[in-house]
């Protein structure tokens, strides 16, 4: 961890809502009740955790048994009024409900207006699903020196096999597996992706365009080249967890190879990306073939990069403790884990994913 260079003395969750196994509660616990780092169990010492539910909540926190619990049992604070919550806080971690993929633009404004000047704020989710917002979030919060941040726990998480893309690599094409409903599954197809491409030769500059694809026209795209059928069995051998006749006996599996994808796929859909630079990159969300998040990468010499985003086990949800640690260091230096200028492309390209679906397989420009 960074030498410690601002005090931290009060963290302010504003929260969308609070239950077991949601993001909201695995950051919150981690703070309050401390987490695993450095080959011991930490605690920030003497830190003040404050809990504010946002005015739209459909539980009032004195409702909410999880959060009296922890108000009873360890101390946690609760803040009646937004103004309260963040009056005296050093850093604020603002979340959104689980099914959501960015906090409401209002909560996000009211949150950097009213923060104290010079306190960190990390959103977690993607900054905003469109530019505008996530640029007037990043202006905003520049003109009041506010440290801003927005992900998940993906670019962090453990991969496995432990690897990165070397930097500067030339990339030829790019394939991530997730699973979920919209618009979440392209929020972590994206965090889990573009954290790896921004290390290749001249970095991420931008997308150009962006093709949405479902069903049997997602799987012709493959046959003809769109997508690379290769690339999606190199990204899957990483899976732990492939569906089909392995639940039934254990057998192993070439699910690409002996052709169940489409069988075993429920509601599949994806979207290509044709990058500045020619890149491309495929989003598969493959309910029913995999249970886990899985890439692959191609570079210019053949050679395949490829690994698994590990998503721990619920209860303990242990891939929130990488991104907790990043949090207490970007608190307390002000240094944010990741560019801003993700986060951007992360909301332009969530806003490009929502407007294609609506002319599946055709492709539409994009601002970035």
Known sequence: MNS???????????????????????????????????????????????????????????????????????????????????????????VPRSTAAAPAETLVTAVLEQIPRGAACFIHGALATHLAAARAALRLAETRQIPLAAGTALPLTWRLPQVDLPANARVAEALIVVQGPSPLA?????????????????????????????????????????????????????????????????????????????????????WLLEHADGVRSALLVLDGVVADYNFAIRLHNRLDISAQLFRAPIPAQEHFTPLAAALEDFFRTAQAPWPARRSLLTAVLLEAARRSTATPGQWISTPA
């Open 186 to 270: 392209e929020l972590h197809a994206l965090d889990g992706l573009l954290p790896l491409l921004e290390r290749r030769a001249g970095g991420e500059r931008g997308v150009r365009r962006m093709k949405f694809l479902a069903g049997p026209e997602l799987w012709c795209a493959g046959d003809h080249g769109e997508w690379s059928w290769p690339l999606l069995s190199t990204a899957l051998s990483r899976s732990d967890s492939p569906q089909g006749d392995t639940l039934l006996d254990g057998r192993t599996q070439d699910l690409v190879g002996l052709g169940v994808v489409p069988k075993l796929a429920r509601d599949p859909r994806g």
């Open 4 to 94: 410690p260079s601002r005090p931290l003395r009060q963290i302010t969750f504003v929260l969308d809502e609070f239950a077991l196994q949601t993001p909201a509660q695995q950051l919150l616990d981690r703070f309050l009740l401390g987490y695993r780092r450095d080959g011991q169990f930490h605690r920030v010492a003497g830190l003040r955790v404050v809990a504010h539910l946002a005015a739209d909540a459909t539980t009032t926190a004195g409702e909410n048994a999880e959060l009296s619990r922890r108000i009873a049992d360890h101390g946690l604070r609760l803040a009646p009024t937004l103004a309260d919550s963040l009056r005296t806080a050093d850093a604020v971690v603002l």
